[in-house]
């Protein structure tokens, strides 16, 4: 960490109260999870510049505009995003533009059309209500639809990895990206069936998978861990999110916040190790001492030192906030990390923070 002159933002660190509970947000067909709190953390003022880096429908966009005179960039993979934020854009005249392209390459996609110092970057990691509600994205087992799941354009469709991964494969993506404790039982099932049969509607997949698990845990259908597993793979979720953070950290100007939204625990523990080792707590240091020998300044200060969760008013009006989880930090004023150290430190410290719930 600079031992130099705080910014402005910096000496107001200490005074930043990010709430626990959110305010109602204005009536919409979208309500973003946690808006109180991410607009808390990134505190948004008038003429600077925001990355909302996974738009969806806009929500966070949406707020950010509303609560100061600031432009926003929205980013998103998926090609129908340009549409939903037309009309949004339409309201804020000249302060949204929405771009298709994947967040982690941010920084190319940033460059050419908003110059000037970033001053704030969100993220709200996962699967969108849109894609779960269309069954033609494959993306949920409620409905039927084609084994899709692809966010963007093009690549392989989760049809196509079911088909194409042997069972050993199939078992080890299932266990380390689900969490499924039956993985082997179920990369089983699914060699047996597409032996007679290809895989290719979610349905068919949801039924192989209730079957080969035994029992049922209460308020989790089967299907779910495999479906998660899948998803992450074909849209190679958690390497996006390593790129995307270190965008980030890269883009944003001293004093400039990042707020990341997360649903499960593989993304929430992607992001807590990141910001951990980034702000200098990772080994248990003071922030007043001298890094470890070979180690980078810190890059980050928290801004909450344990991730934010809504509150239970929230989740009555909102059930897919239940398992969403908040982590804030404000950019310092030493330079980014390079990527040999950021390589160096996650092998420095090992952890089982990516099993951890």
């Known amino acids: 960490m600079s031992r130099g002159r705080r910014t402005p933002a910096a000496k107001s660190?200490?005074?930043?109260?990010?709430?626990v509970a959110d305010a109602a947000p204005p009536a919409a067909d979208h309500i973003p999870v946690l808006r109180g709190a991410m607009l808390a953390a990134l505190a948004p003022r008038d003429d600077a510049l925001y990355i909302d880096a996974t738009f969806g429908a806009g929500g966070y966009s949406a707020a950010l505009l509303e609560a100061a005179r600031c432009s926003v960039l929205g980013i998103d993979r998926d090609p129908a995003a340009q549409q939903r934020g037309a009309e949004l854009a339409a309201r804020h005249q000249g302060r949204l533009r929405v771009i298709e392209g994947r967040f982690g390459d941010m920084e190319r996609l940033v460059a050419p059309v908003m110059p000037g110092q970033i001053a704030g970057v969100a993220f709200d990691l996962g699967v969108s209500s849109m894609q779960l509600d269309?069954?033609?994205?494959?993306?949920s087992f409620r409905t039927d639809g084609p084994l899709d799941m692809r966010m963007g354009a093009g690549g392989e469709s989760a049809a196509d990895l079911v088909e194409r991964l042997s069972e050993e494969e199939l078992a080890e993506l299932i266990r380390t990206l689900g969490e499924e404790r039956y993985a082997r039982r179920v990369a089983r099932a699914i060699a047996a069936t597409r032996t007679r049969t290809p895989i290719r509607r979610t349905v068919q997949l949801a039924d192989i998978v209730r079957a080969a698990i035994p029992g049922r845990e209460p308020g989790l259908d089967p299907a779910t861990r495999t479906f998660q597993a899948l998803r992450i793979a074909v849209n190679d979720e958690l390497g996006e999110l390593d790129r995307g953070l270190a965008a980030a950290e890269r883009l944003l100007m001293p004093g400039g916040r990042l707020a990341v939204v997360a649903f499960h625990s593989l993304e929430d523990a992607r992001v807590k190790s990141f910001l951990r080792h980034r702000s200098g707590t990772a080994t248990g240091g003071s922030r007043h001492l001298p890094p470890p020998a070979g180690m980078p300044?810190?890059?980050?200060?928290?801004?909450?030192?344990?991730?934010?969760?809504?509150?239970?008013?929230?989740?009555?009006?909102?059930?897919?906030?239940?398992?969403?989880?908040?982590?804030?930090?404000?950019?310092?004023?030493?330079?980014?990390?390079?990527?040999?150290?950021?390589?160096?430190?996650?092998?420095?410290?090992?952890?089982?923070?990516?099993?951890?719930?």
Not at 13 to 19: D, E, F, H, I, S
Not at 338 to 352: D, H, V, Y
């Open 134 to 139: 269309s069954p033609e994205r494959g993306f």
């Open 13 to 19: 660190r200490r005074r930043t109260a990010l709430p």
């Open 297 to 357: 300044r810190a890059s980050f200060h928290l801004l909450t030192r344990r991730a934010m969760r809504p509150s239970l008013d929230e989740i009555a009006r909102n059930p897919r906030a239940r398992s969403a989880r908040l982590r804030a930090a404000e950019r310092a004023s030493t330079p980014p990390w390079p990527a040999l150290a950021a390589a160096t430190a996650a092998g420095l410290f090992p952890s089982r923070e990516g099993h951890a719930r």
